[in-house]
Nanobody
């Protein structure tokens, strides 16, 4: 099983950009479909984006379509989330997650591998 470590969070003004990274240990990263979730204070964990094992298929929550881009590099064992035109409602702890189904899944309870999270704060 891989271990996941997120980085790249921070404080940014509305309209700004951030790039999150999720580094995976081990040699089986390419067998995992991956996703980003986020959790705001007092709210449930929310799906943001997911990507298939090869990177050929991606899914986004409607609120980030056109602003966020998920990608992966299976040679570097790393997944990314490029976030542009950030809004205050994007604030939260962002988690990367992995599961070994070939299907791209949007529900958090289907993921069995999680990172520790990275804080993203967007000021207005």
């Amino acid at each position: 099983q891989v271990q996941l470590v997120e980085s790249g969070g921070g404080l940014v003004q509305a309209g700004g950009s951030l790039r999150l990274s999720c580094a995976a240990s081990g040699r089986t990263f390419s067998t995992y479909s991956m996703a980003w979730f986020r959790q705001a204070p007092g709210k449930e964990r929310e799906f943001v984006a997911a990507i298939s094992r090869s990177g050929g298929s991606t899914v986004y929550v409607d609120s980030v379509k056109g602003r966020f881009t998920i990608s992966r590099d299976n040679v570097k064992n790393t997944m990314y989330l490029q976030m542009n035109d950030l809004k205050p409602e994007d604030t939260g702890v962002y988690y990367c997650a992995g599961q070994q189904s070939v299907v791209v899944i949007t529900t958090p309870d289907r993921y069995n591998t999680w990172g520790q999270g990275t804080q993203v704060t967007v000021s207005s």
